[in-house]
C-alpha cells in the first residue's frame, strides 16, 4: 500500500487553547498527538489552526498507508480517544486521505520549511472521466511551474484524496477531489503570487475543468 496523509479537520470549542499544555484543552491535544504517534505506521504529524477560522483546528498526519489508520480505528482503545478528544471540539470532524506527491509532503506543510501553508481542494462530479482527471492534472502541472517562479514559494504537495467528498457545489452528491498543500513564506506573499498573470491564467484552467474549490492558510507545527 502507497503512503496515505489523513487529513482531519477539527471544529474546536470557541477560544480552547490548545496551545497552551497547562490548559485542560492543551492536556487533551497533547494526549490526543500522543497517542496518534504511538501507532503502527505514524511517520509523522503537523497541526494549527486555519488563519481564516481560528477556531478550526487541522491536522495532517503521515501514515504508511490507509490500512495503518484504518487499522488504529478498530483497536480498543480508539473509542476512548474518540470521546477524550470530543471534550474540546464544538462541531463537526471531516477527516480524508491523500496520496500526496511527493511524500511526505513534510517541505510544503511543516513550519519548518514553510512559514505557512495553502490548503487547496479542487471538487469534482463522481463521474470524473479518466481523460478527465489526466486533463487537469495537465492543467495543474502548469500551475505548479508557476507557483514554482514566485518569490514567496516553498514547496508544495499534491494528489487525488481518496474517498469521495461532499461539497457544496456537488447539490447534495458526492464527488471526488484533488488536493494540494503548497508552502509559502507568508499569507502576503501568496497573495502577491495571485495578483500575477501567471497565475490568473493557469487558475482559470483549474476554474474551469473543476466544480469547486476550496482555499486557506494554516500555519503548521510537525509533531
Known amino acids: 500500500m502507497a503512503p ?6 477539527l471544529s474546536l470549542v470557541t477560544n480552547a487553547p490548545v496551545e497552551d499544555p497547562s490548559s485542560d484543552a492543551g492536556k487533551v491535544w497533547k494526549a490526543t498527538l500522543d497517542t496518534v504517534k504511538a501507532q503502527d505506521g505514524f511517520q509523522r504529524a503537523y497541526w494549527g489552526r486555519q488563519v481564516e477560522s481560528p477556531d478550526t483546528l487541522e491536522l495532517v498526519v503521515d501514515w504508511d498507508s490507509i490500512d495503518a489508520h484504518e487499522n488504529f480505528s478498530k483497536t480498543p482503545i480508539y473509542g476512548p480517544f474518540v470521546k477524550h478528544l470530543g471534550t474540546i471540539l464544538g462541531g463537526s470532524t471531516v477527516i480524508t486521505h491523500v496520496n500526496f506527491d511527493p511524500h511526505p509532503p513534510a517541505r510544503a506543510i511543516s513550519n519548518n520549511y514553510a512559514h505557512v501553508t495553502e490548503m487547496c481542494r479542487f471538487v469534482f462530479p463522481a463521474n470524473l472521466s479518466d481523460s478527465q482527471r489526466s486533463d487537469f492534472e495537465s492543467s495543474f502541472a502548469s500551475f505548479t511551474k508557476a507557483a514554482e517562479k514566485a ?9 487525488w484524496v481518496i474517498e469521495e467528498v461532499e ?4 447539490k447534495g452528491e458526492k464527488g471526488k477531489a484533488f488536493a494540494a ?7 502576503d506573499g501568496h497573495m502577491e503570487f495571485r495578483k500575477t498573470d501567471e497565475f490568473k491564467d493557469t487558475i482559470k484552467e483549474l476554474r474551469e475543468k473543476s466544480v469547486g474549490i476550496d ?9
Open 215 to 223: 482555499v486557506h492558510h494554516v500555519s503548521f507545527s510537525e509533531v
Open 167 to 170: 461539497h457544496t457545489s456537488l
Open 181 to 187: 498543500a503548497i508552502g509559502w513564506q507568508s499569507v
Open 151 to 159: 518569490v514567496a514559494f516553498r514547496s508544495m504537495s499534491s494528489g
Open 4 to 9: 496515505a496523509s489523513e487529513i482531519a479537520i
